[in-house]
């Protein structure tokens, strides 16, 4: 076979490959604000560095605190966040895990 043609076949095979790939589509997360936290009690949800009450607390978030949402399911109760901020309520960070128990959904 010439050359030429087996550029052209190669070419067209990796085009099918690309239009036949499956999309993935990144997860761009779910709007959240704390909620329903017991004034009598701590008053805030830990955000912690890992899915577990048992690690490494980072931060106090007070009630109505914005997080975005990493994955698109929880684990165990568990969701992994971005902590919103300012006006606009973009991502600031830090980043962490929280109990969904305490989480209301925005509408976007």
């Known amino acids: ?3 030429e043609i087996i550029l052209k076949f190669c070419v067209a095979a990796i085009l099918v490959l690309i239009v036949m790939a499956p999309r993935a589509s990144a997860h761009t997360g779910e709007s959240y604000v704390i909620c329903n936290l017991d004034p009598n009690g701590d008053n805030y949800l830990a955000l912690r560095a890992c899915g577990s009450a048992k ?3 980072l ?5 109505h605190t914005g997080l975005l949402a990493v994955e698109p399911f929880s684990g ?4 992994e966040v971005t902590v919103l ?3 606009q309520m973009l991502p600031v960070g830090p980043d962490g895990w929280v109990y969904d128990k305490f989480l209301c959904e925005v509408a976007d």
């Open 59 to 63: 931060m106090k978030l007070p009630n």
């Open 55 to 57: 690690c490494e607390l």
């Open 85 to 87: 901020g300012g006006l």
């Open 76 to 79: 165990n109760h568990w969701r």
């Open 1 to 3: 076979m010439k050359p």
